[in-house]
Each structure stands twice: as C-alpha cells, then as structure tokens.
C-alpha cells in the first residue's frame, strides 16, 4: 500500500527565511503527488500538484516541489517566509487508478516568527 | 455553490446518539470523498463515492459509520451511537471525475464532538 512520510511535525522559520518542508512517499510506480495547506477552522486548498510532466512543479503563493524519483521525495520549498504562511501543510500521492482517493502524510505545522 | 458546502459546521451531541453530516460538493463534480481528521491520526480517507455508487468503503471504521449520496449531488454520512473516539472534523471532497491526477476540493468540515 502507498504511504506518505512528512518528516517533522512542526518546523518554525523567521520571516523572510527558507521554507523547506520533507515529504516521501513509498511506491513502486511514481504516482500523482500534492501538498495541500489547512489554516484554522478551514479545509484543504491545493497548494500544487505533480502529474509526471514536470519535476519542478510551481503552486500558488510562491511555493513550489521538487519530485526526485530516485530520492521517492517531493519537498516543499518556498524562498522566503511571510507571516501568513503560518498554517498546517500536507503532503498526500494518489495512486494511479480511476479514483483519486489520496492518502495523506501527517501534516506538518509552520510557524513563522518575526 | 461555489465551493464544497458540509452542514451543520459544528456538532456536539451525547454518547450513544445518532448524528448526520451533510456534504454539497461543487456543482458537476462525480466524485465525492469522505474524510476523518482526527489528533494523532492526521486525515484518514473514509469513503468514496462515483455518482451514487460507493466503490470504496474501506475506510469506514465499523459498522456505526454508513453514508450515502443521492442524485449524484448530496452526500450523508450517518454515526450511530456515536462514541467519543468518534470526535474529530469530518471533511468532505469532491472532484470533477475522481481519477489520479485530479486534485480535490474540500468542504471546511464538521466539527463533532462526543460529550
């Protein structure tokens, strides 16, 4: 079955810094990736997603992953924090069938200090 | 609407009493998802839905938990005898056709709480 590891249940960063957060996933054929972000009392928007056609897949609000097939990664990163950024973050893989049902990591919460 | 609609927003009933949770997803999407987000257990996939059919249960934790979805629109997800451990967000999602590389939209979810 596939699975989804995010290293680090919570990262902090000052604004301004790197954001850089971990998720790996454990599949025998790549599958579809995303990250999604929660603020609170909100449900799931979709930050960016990977479907095959490119490794460095950008999103919304600056963010962006990188999908290293021989690492089975898919980081998220963003170049500099801003304040609200502050939010849960979650990595989920999609198998490649007719049912989108996703499997989701943990989840890892930002904190950005200022 | 606009986007994926689940009522009431938040629930608080007593051990031992039924509760239905109500999910509209984006108008045209066929695919309909049912998710427990819980502390400790992050989001777990309940049940999905193509159309009325449910071809995947597998995720419904015991036989207290059903849901259905009629004309291919609302969906309903029932807890009989509801117990504590059943407290959690209840989050609902919908897609245009529920394939791989097609992200879902979520509700803002259903607060249950078991007193």
């Known amino acids: 079955a596939q699975s989804v590891t995010q290293l680090g249940s919570h990262v902090s960063v000052s604004e301004g810094a790197l954001v850089l957060l971990r998720c790996n996933y454990s599949s025998s054929v790549p599958p579809y990736l995303f990250w999604y972000v929660q603020y609170p009392n909100q449900g799931l928007q979709l930050l960016l997603k990977y479907t095959s056609a490119a490794t460095l897949v950008k999103g919304i609000n600056g963010f962006e992953a990188e999908f290293k097939k021989s690492e089975t990664s898919f980081h998220l990163t963003k170049p500099s924090a801003h304040m609200s950024d502050a939010a849960e973050y979650f990595c989920a893989v999609s198998e490649r069938s007719n049912t989108g049902k996703l499997i989701f990591g943990q989840g890892t919460t930002l904190q950005v200090k200022p | 609407g606009a986007g994926v609609s689940q009522s009431p927003s938040n629930k608080v009933t007593e051990k031992g009493k039924d509760v239905e949770l109500r999910c509209d997803p984006i108008s045209g999407h066929t695919a309909l998802y049912w998710y427990r987000q819980s502390l400790g257990q992050g989001l777990e996939f309940l049940i999905y839905?193509?159309?009325?059919?449910?071809?995947?249960k597998s995720g419904l934790p015991s036989d207290r938990f059903s849901a259905e979805r009629t004309g291919g629109s609302v969906s309903t997800l029932t807890i009989q005898r509801t117990q504590q451990e059943d407290s959690a967000v209840y989050l609902c999602a919908s897609s245009f056709q529920g394939q791989g590389a097609t992200p879902l939209h979520f509700g803002n979810g259903t607060r249950l709480t078991v007193t």
């Open positions: 839905f193509q159309g009325n059919s449910a071809p995947d």
